[in-house]
Every structure is written in structure tokens, then in C-alpha cells.
T-cell receptor, first 112, second 114 residues
Framework: DADVTQTPRNRITKTGKRIMLECSQTKGHDRMYWYRQDPGLGLRLIYYSFDVKDINKGEISDGYSVSRQAQAKFSLSLESAIPNQTALYFC???????????FGPGTRLTVL | QKEVEQNSGPLSVPEGAIASLNCTYS??????FFWYRQYSGKSPELIMF????GDKEDGRFTAQLNKASQYVSLLIRDSQPSDSATYLCAVNKPPVDSSYKLIFGSGTRLLVRP
């Protein structure tokens, strides 16, 4: 089984809809991250969390919210989706001792 | 100036050649450097990390770090068509209490010609 899983893998939605992307991990890592990837722009950090009670904004958090339901689960919500949120979204987990990060398979989101 | 810069490529090399991928970073306080490989439509996969100046070898891969010049490179020896992918450089964001944040470059696309 994959260490970091994301659901759904693909999602098409309409402008104004609320959607949630989910991430689960079995690596036992405390740190979890949400990134988006756009062509030519690399990976940009949306939110990150060190534990259930610790949530922090990344560089592009506007229009997004997150919830850390448990150490192993970290979800990303788009309250009112807009077309420029069309992107590839990755969840990652982090090892506190090495700063390495491990990525889930990604969710391709299209907002029409 | 971008915090982490990479040439977008594509870098095209023949099979069996050495591929050299370069990355520069802007913050002298950065201490951890990572190379990720990403196949089209897939997630980034960690292939190398380096913390100290000099070279670090792992199989066909060698990471090189020069903190004085603020660059990190990845050499791939005996390149194979299966190495064709985008290579992302990532650098931790100082200060120490923010070192868990990684700043990613936009990646260099490598094409290995059979």
C-alpha cells in the first residue's frame, strides 16, 4: 500500500462549488503539507501542519483552508472554487529530523 | 530573483552520456538541498539530498554542493532513456526554525535520446 494517499485523483468542478481534497499517510510523520503545481511555476506551498493543533499558512493560502483531523489525515478545502485554482495538488509528509518530504500521487483539479 | 532557479530545458543528452543539471539559490542560510525526479503526470520522488559542501554519490547519481557560490548540481552518469523526466531542485528555507519549509525550483526537463 502507498505511504501517502490522496483522494480523489481527478476532479472536475464548477466555479463557486466547495470541494475537499483528502490526504492520508501511514509513514508516521508529524509534518504534512499541501502544494499546488502549475506549469512553469514549480511547487508552491499552500498550508502546512506539524500536528493536529498546529496549522500554518504557506505562500499561497488565499482561497484555501485546511483541516488536520488526525496525525495521519490532512484535508484541503476550496470554499468557492475559481478557474485559476485549476492545478495539480500534492500532499506531502515530512520527517522532523531530516527535512525530507515524501509526496502523494497528486490530485488533478479542473475548475470550469 | 527567484529563490531557487533552474534552467527549464529541455536538456537533451544521448544515451550513455553524463547529464548535468544545475540549480542556484538565493539565501546563503539554506542548509539542506534536495533533488526530486518527476515523471510527467506523477508525483515528485526524492532521489538525492546533500547537506555539506562537496560531492555525494549514490549509484549513477552525484550531487554537488558549493555553498560559497550558492549552487547545487546533479550529475547522472550513463544516462538512460528511463531517466527522462523533470528534475526539481529544492532548498530548505532558513532560518533554522523554518527549515522544514522547502522552496522548489520550477524544474529542468531532461530528455535522454536512445
Amino acid at each position: 500500500d502507498a505511504d501517502v494517499t490522496q483522494t480523489p485523483r481527478n476532479r472536475i468542478t464548477k466555479t463557486g462549488k466547495r470541494i475537499m481534497l483528502e490526504c492520508s499517510q501511514t509513514k508516521g510523520h508529524d509534518r504534512m503539507y499541501w502544494y499546488r503545481q502549475d506549469p512553469g511555476l514549480g511547487l508552491r506551498l499552500i498550508y502546512y501542519s506539524f500536528d493536529v493543533k498546529d496549522i500554518n499558512k504557506g505562500e499561497i493560502s488565499d482561497g484555501y483552508s485546511v483541516s488536520r483531523q488526525a496525525q495521519a489525515k490532512f484535508s484541503l478545502s476550496l470554499e468557492s472554487a475559481i478557474p485559476n485554482q485549476t492545478a495539480l495538488y500534492f500532499c506531502a509528509t515530512g520527517d522532523r529530523y531530516s527535512n525530507e518530504q515524501f509526496f502523494g500521487p497528486g490530485t488533478r483539479l479542473t475548475v470550469l | 530573483q527567484k529563490e531557487v532557479e533552474q534552467n527549464s530545458g529541455p536538456l537533451s543528452v544521448p544515451e550513455g552520456a553524463i547529464a548535468s543539471l544545475n540549480c542556484t539559490y538565493s539565501d546563503r542560510g539554506s542548509q539542506s538541498f534536495f533533488w526530486y525526479r518527476q515523471y510527467s503526470g506523477k508525483s515528485p520522488e526524492l532521489i538525492m539530498f546533500i547537506y555539506s559542501n562537496g560531492d555525494k554519490e549514490d549509484g549513477r547519481f552525484t550531487a554537488q554542493l558549493n555553498k560559497a557560490s550558492q549552487y547545487v548540481s546533479l550529475l547522472i552518469r550513463d544516462s538512460q532513456p528511463s531517466d527522462s523526466a523533470t528534475y526539481l531542485c529544492a532548498v530548505n528555507k532558513p532560518p533554522v526554525d523554518s527549515s522544514y519549509k522547502l522552496i522548489f525550483g520550477s524544474g529542468t526537463r531532461l530528455l535522454v535520446r536512445p
